[in-house]
Each structure stands twice: as C-alpha cells, then as structure tokens.
C-alpha cells in the first residue's frame, strides 16, 4: 500500500464506446491509464504500465473473464488492483498490486475520478 496518495480530484471522461473485453488507452496529463471491460462488461481504469516490468498494457494487455492479464510475463490484475500470477498447477501466487481510479458510466463514456496535480 502507501505510494503517493494524493487528494482525489474531478470526475475526468476518459474513454468512450467500449466494448466488453476491450482496452483502451487513456492517457491524462502525466497519469498513463488504461480503460477495459471484463468480459461481463463491467468498467474499470487502472494504471497503464505493469508493475513487474513495466509493459503497456494497452499494448500487452488481455481481459480474461474478470481480470487483466499482461501478455508479457502473464501477471493477472482484477478491478481492484489486487495482482497474481498463475501457476501451471492453477495456484495463484501474489504479485504487487496496480492501481486502480473510481470510475463510473454515464451515457456510455467511462469517467474516472483522478488525482488532481
């Protein structure tokens, strides 16, 4: 946990038209962000860049059911932030979280509530 908390800023539109399953980019001033959907359609908007090293995941990112995994070393984040990596048994294994923006749908745009600078 920790990491600069800072005071939570204005509700931003940062995506539109996404479908279930997708990822989008979503850059905002110097917050690198992805906005995707889990495969049931549910909203969310995390940080863009894998915590392990440091991969895009607009660009190496897969939604899998509830979850966002990195094609790149295949740790796995769900909507809270919490990371994991599977193992070839199906056990999951900690890994260090990412993190993740309130978001809220309005008229089919997602707006997330960001850190003011």
Same mark, same amino acid.
């Given at each position: 946990?920790?990491?600069?908390?800072?005071?939570?800023?204005?509700? =931003? #539109?940062?995506?539109?038209? /996404?479908?279930?399953?997708? /990822?989008?980019?979503?850059?905002?001033?110097?917050?690198?962000? =992805? @906005?995707?959907? *889990?495969?049931?359609?549910?909203? %969310? =908007?995390? #940080?863009?860049? %894998?915590?392990?090293?440091?991969?895009?995941?607009?660009? #190496?990112? @897969? @939604?899998? !059911? +509830?979850?966002? =995994? %990195?094609?790149?070393? +295949?740790?796995?984040?769900?909507? *809270?932030? *919490?990371?994991?990596?599977?193992?070839? *048994?199906?056990?999951?294994?900690?890994?260090?979280?990412?993190? @993740?923006?309130? %978001?809220?749908?309005?008229? !089919?745009? /997602?707006?997330?509530?960001?850190?003011?600078?």
């Amino acid at each position: 946990g920790g990491g600069r908390q800072g005071r939570m800023g204005e509700w =931003v #539109e940062v995506a539109q038209e /996404i479908g279930a399953g997708q /990822i989008e980019d979503a850059a905002h001033g110097d917050l690198d962000l =992805v @906005v995707w959907r *889990t495969s049931a359609g549910e909203p %969310c =908007v995390m #940080e863009a860049r %894998c915590p392990h090293q440091w991969s895009h995941l607009g660009a #190496e990112g @897969v @939604v899998d !059911g +509830f979850e966002i =995994v %990195c094609a790149a070393h +295949f740790w796995r984040f769900d909507t *809270t932030g *919490t990371g994991t990596k599977m193992g070839m *048994t199906g056990r999951r294994d900690p890994k260090s979280d990412i993190a @993740v923006y309130p %978001c809220r749908e309005v008229d !089919g745009r /997602i707006e997330a509530r960001l850190p003011s600078e």
